[in-house]
């Protein structure tokens, strides 16, 4: 039905960038919320940044100002550009995709990319 994949994760510096996609297959794209999530070894999965089928965004307190959620609905993809990286910011992202509104609760989850913010 759907499936998400999620690709551009790789070893950076600090204070480097990085552009995440989160490439959506099957049908309905814009009816759906989208989000980022990522999770360091031995954490809980944890809230990047979502964005609204209507497109309205949000973010995590540790992320604002650095990273944007963006998405191309005729591209059916969603993107996260990260900037100022951190050795915090090293985790396993996952892109999310729930009807409406992502909450990281339920829905369509893709296989991650790891995010590896290093000197």
């Known amino acids: 039905q759907v499936q998400l994949v999620e690709s551009g994760g790789g070893l950076v510096q600090p204070g480097g960038s990085l552009r995440l996609s989160c490439a959506f297959s099957?049908?309905?794209?814009?009816?759906?919320?989208m989000g980022w999530y990522r999770q360091a070894p031995g954490k809980q999965r944890e809230l990047v940044a979502t964005i609204t089928s209507s497109e309205r965004t949000n973010y995590a307190d540790s992320v604002k100002g650095r990273f944007t959620i963006s998405r191309d609905n005729p591209k059916n993809t969603l993107y996260l550009q990260m900037n100022s990286l951190k050795p915090e910011d090293t985790a396993v992202y996952y892109c999310?995709?729930?009807?409406?509104?992502?909450?990281?609760?339920?829905?369509?989850w893709g296989q991650g990319t790891q995010v590896t913010v290093s000197s």
């Open positions: 099957g049908s309905g794209f814009r009816m759906f919320g």
């Open positions: 999310n995709a729930d009807l409406g509104v992502s909450t990281g609760k339920r829905g369509y």
